[in-house]
């Protein structure tokens, strides 16, 4: 298998799509020109680098550059998709959904339930999303609570440039709409990726790590700092089940309960704030379906309920660590 970078492979992803269905379409600003080009084969490709080299293949009708407006972008990605075609549409942030809310949640998520399933809305909206890089508050959170929230919506975090391929072509030829996040400071991470035709299926999450003594439940670039916990723990001879999500809408009840049936014990390492977040939801969970299965109450690894600060030191503090997961399990393995 080639190595790949993570936006090398959402990039020929996307590219491959475009060259099986000419009904894939995509739109974002910067796509084409932006930075003071002209636009044509100099574009810059967008500003994460996942769009370079597709006006050049594709061409002006399919590679669409789009104003400075995200309730613009949703709302001709619906358009597009109602019409036939398969739109994929970039939002440069996923901090700037509130101006698209209307366009997500009270369009695009209910359209196949308005029409009496007679319609279908077969968008994907790519946003980068995460903290890490001192951008501040307006430039780096993490969305997907709010977004796994709406009924009608796919939500879809990828942990690996493998991951990348095989969730995105799955998101491009489904018929509903797909949240795609895609997590800033993992665009420079490379792994093995398949090649093919390789999809993975929505709701199958995938076992990272395997153990008895704990469940670690994640996603996206925290993924990596669980596995690196479970690793240091296993030369203690703790063994733990690191799961990756892959996706939270659908969320694969059943991978985190079987897990937590055998384990007892739950640590949710999530980058959303705690309240009404994706932790929450999961530690609801399994207090609900696995009570009885449980040694330790479930816990979470969450930042605080505050903007993310600006300055590097606090946003350091701000967010979850490797320290701060370790501590997490140590502390659920101490209730006997």
Known sequence: ???????????????????????????????????????????????????????????????????????????????????????????????????????????????????????????????????????????????????????????VIPSTPADVKGLLRTAIRDDDPVI??????LYGMSGEVPDGDYTIPFGHAR??????????????????????????LAAEGIGCDVIDLRTTSPLDEEAILDSVEVTGRLVVVDETPPRCGLAGDICALVAEKAFASLKAPPMSVTPPHTPIPFARELETAYLPSVDKIEAAVRKSLSWR
């Open 1 to 155: 298998m080639p190595i790949m970078m993570y936006r090398d492979a959402v990039l020929s992803t996307i590219a491959e799509e475009m060259a099986r269905d000419p009904n894939v379409v995509v739109l974002g600003e910067d796509l084409v020109g932006g930075m003071g080009t002209a636009g044509g084969p100099e574009a810059i490709g967008g500003i994460w680098s996942t769009s370079v080299g597709l006006f050049e293949k594709f061409g002006k009708d399919r590679v669409i550059d789009t104003p400075i407006s995200e309730s613009a972008i949703i709302g001709a990605a619906s358009g597009l998709a109602l019409a036939g075609k398969r739109p994929i549409a970039e939002l440069m942030f996923a901090d700037f959904i509130g101006v698209s809310l209307d366009q997500l949640w009270n369009q695009m998520g209910k359209f196949r339930y308005m029409f009496g399933g007679k319609t279908t809305c077969p968008a994907v909206v790519r946003m980068a999303y995460g903290a890490g890089y001192n951008a501040a508050a307006q430039h780096s959170q993490s969305v997907h609570q709010i977004l796994t929230g709406m009924p009608g919506l796919k939500v």
């Open 180 to 185: 795609f996040l895609e997590h800033k400071a």
């Open 207 to 232: 076992l990272s790590r395997a153990g008895e003594d704990v469940t670690i439940v994640s996603s996206g670039l925290l993924l990596g700092f669980c596995e690196m916990v479970a690793d240091k």
